[in-house]
């Protein structure tokens, strides 16, 4: 009897880690789920890609000295977040969107989609001069997709499988690649990653 008490405490401790794990991420998902989207229709799918094609939309967006998704992710959020929970000249608020875009290049740009209902002309000035604002015309990209947390190395394996099925199928695009980040970090399953690459037209 005296082995089953300290088991029967592990079990109950499992069990509620458990349950928190599963709390947790319910919540996690609550807070992504009716986050407004960049807009696009499936103009084709392929077992490795979906050609899709994105409605015009406005940006905030800040280019950074780096060459990688880890040299710059961090602060690149952390200076577009910075403005629309408030760092601007008349302290507005302005939803997050998804997903967060990253144009990789030699020089990193990292992009938020600003909500519908916002126009930049009206939004007030960034207190931090580097972010800007900018319009994406529409445009038709390719997307290859992939779970869990991203990393420098996943992101260019899965940039060298999108060209490399791009190439297949005798897909023409520009080079001009971007990673499109879905989640937050504390939503640890069910995450979605994609590489995109504009296609040519």
Same mark, same amino acid.
């Given at each position: 009897m005296s082995e089953l008490g300290p088991?029967?405490?592990f079990t109950l401790i499992l069990i509620a880690l458990v349950v928190l794990f599963a709390l947790s991420q319910l919540w996690a998902y609550g807070q992504v789920r009716d986050i407004e989207?960049?807009?696009?229709?499936?103009?084709?799918?392929?077992p490795d890609f979906e050609v899709r094609e994105y409605e015009a939309a406005n940006f905030i967006y800040v280019t950074m000295d780096a060459d990688s998704y880890q040299a710059s992710s961090g602060r690149g959020f952390r200076t577009l977040a910075g403005y629309i929970f408030g760092g601007n000249a008349t302290g507005q608020k302005i939803a997050m969107t998804s997903p967060?875009?990253?144009?990789?290049?030699?020089?990193?740009?990292?992009?938020?989609?600003?909500?519908? *209902?916002?126009?930049? %002309?009206? +939004?007030? #000035?960034?207190?931090? &001069?580097?972010?800007?604002?900018?319009t994406e015309a529409e445009r038709t990209m390719a997307a290859i997709t992939f779970g869990g947390f991203a990393t420098d190395?996943?992101?260019?394996?899965?940039? *060298?499988?999108?060209? %490399?099925? +791009?190439? #297949?199928?005798?897909? &023409?695009?520009?080079?001009?690649?971007?990673?499109?980040?879905?989640?937050?970090?504390?939503?640890?399953?069910?995450?979605?990653?994609?590489?995109?690459?504009?296609l040519v037209r």
């Open positions: 088991m029967k405490t989207m960049y807009p696009y229709r499936v103009l084709n799918s392929y967060v875009e990253m144009e990789m290049d030699s020089l990193v740009t990292m992009k938020f989609m600003l909500p519908a *209902e916002h126009d930049p %002309a009206d +939004l007030p #000035r960034p207190d931090n &001069a580097e972010v800007r604002f900018k190395e996943r992101i260019l394996a899965h940039k *060298e499988q999108l060209f %490399a099925a +791009l190439d #297949r199928e005798g897909i &023409a695009h520009t080079g001009q690649w971007s990673f499109l980040g879905y989640d937050p970090p504390y939503r640890l399953v069910g995450r979605r990653n994609e590489v995109a690459v504009e």
